[in-house]
């Protein structure tokens, strides 16, 4: 059975930076593509970041582009994202997910299995 465990989560001044950790067990790592999704109060779950299973290919969300980057360690089953010059708007429980395919993919209806969440909230 496949377990996501997600960490580094916590409250940061906007314009600071966190790095979010996602340990993955059960299956072989290195196979699917894993992504990041977010959600804020009140609001649906959206899409943040996906990174391709080796890791060459990254997609992401238009209102993280330049400050959010993904990527993976396949020899620790981890996969990142770090996150700079955060804003108010960045607050939201953040999930990470593991795809059922290879490559990176931003529609919740290719990812398989889900971490709990860890909660990010950025002041102003």
């Known amino acids: 059975q496949v377990q996501l465990v997600e960490s580094g989560g916590g409250l940061v001044q906007a314009g600071g930076s966190l790095r979010l950790s996602c340990a993955a067990s059960?299956?072989?790592?290195?196979?699917?593509?894993m992504g990041w999704f977010r959600q804020a109060p009140g609001k649906e779950r959206e899409f943040v970041a996906s990174?391709?299973?080796?890791?060459?290919?990254?997609y992401y969300t238009n209102s993280v582009k330049g400050r959010f980057t993904i990527s993976r360690d396949n020899a620790k089953n981890t996969v990142y994202l770090q996150m700079n010059s955060l804003k108010p708007e960045d607050t939201a429980v953040y999930y990470c997910?593991?795809?059922?395919?290879?490559?990176?993919?931003?529609?919740?209806?290719?990812?398989?299995?889900w971490g709990q969440g860890t909660q990010v909230t950025v002041s102003s």
């Open positions: 997910a593991e795809a059922r395919v290879s490559w990176r993919v931003g529609s919740e209806s290719y990812y398989d299995y």
């Open positions: 059960g299956r072989t790592f290195g196979t699917y593509a």
């Open positions: 990174i391709s299973s080796s890791g060459g290919s990254t």
